[in-house]
């Protein structure tokens, strides 16, 4: 009759260890409940680009954009661009400008027009003077006179400048002058490759293009026999 007791509490002790240890143990919930409602967020990889939307459950969602029509547009010069429809396929049209608001300048002069900006419009900002190039038949040692624009003329400057101490380099083809006719620190590019030259004789030399090359022209003074045939 003393072991039942025993038994009993020996029964209870085991249910209430067991009852402890499932309460130890994680609760198995379904996997819906645990995780993000959105989740997985998958991309779409889409040939003409991706439109990402809201849906029901307040959830993005991606879709594929349609595909582009191909037009058989005319030859057309478009300095902005084609036009686009409203799912960004370029159409045949042309893009508008930018609109530009009128430069209030009213102190500046320009006489080459107002500069532009990356978009076309003008700005308070002189066009910069574009100059000839001039091909006189005389040397000017100290250098051009220069007309309204700061363009040189075939006019040489009568004074001589006062021309600052020259730094030491070693120049081959000699120093570039400056617009006073003064030498500066910067050596003169080497002499180009200039092409064939007619056969003529020029007793004061032949007139330089541009690029310092001999042309088929003589300087003044001198009777030159001209022979149409080219040196090879």
């Known amino acids: ?21 499932a309460l130890a143990l994680p609760q198995l919930i379904p996997v819906e409940k645990t995780l993000d409602p959105c989740f997985p967020i998958t991309a779409c990889k889409c040939p003409f680009g991706t439109v990402w939307s809201i849906d029901a459950k307040g959830c993005p969602r991606c879709s594929c954009k ?5 037009y058989k547009c005319p030859a057309i010069d478009c300095p902005h661009g084609m036009a686009k429809d409203s799912n960004g396929c370029p159409t045949c049209g042309c893009a508008p400008g930018p609109v530009c608001p009128e430069p209030i300048c009213p102190l500046l002069k320009c006489s080459n027009g107002l500069a532009t900006d990356a ?4 700005i308070c900002k002189c066009n910069p003077t574009v100059c000839p190039a001039v091909l006189c038949d005389v040397l000017c040692l100290n250098g051009h006179i220069k007309d309204s624009n700061g363009c040189d003329t075939c006019r040489c400057n009568t004074t001589v400048p006062i021309c600052p101490p020259l730094c030491r ?11 006073n006719g003064c030498e ?13 030259v007619c056969m003529i004789y020029c007793p004061y030399g032949n007139v330089l293009d541009s690029n310092g090359c001999p042309t088929c022209r003589c300087k003044k003074g001198d009777l030159a026999a001209l022979d149409d045939t080219l040196l090879q």
């Open 169 to 179: 380099m070693h120049c081959p083809n000699g120093f570039v002058r400056d617009s």
């Open 119 to 122: 978009n076309g419009c003008k």
């Open 1 to 21: 009759m003393a072991a039942r007791p025993v038994l009993s509490l020996l029964s209870l002790t085991l249910v209430l260890v067991l009852t402890d240890t």
């Open 184 to 196: 500066i620190c910067k050596c003169k590019p080497f002499k180009p490759i200039c092409g064939p």
């Open 66 to 70: 349609p595909g582009c029509p191909l």
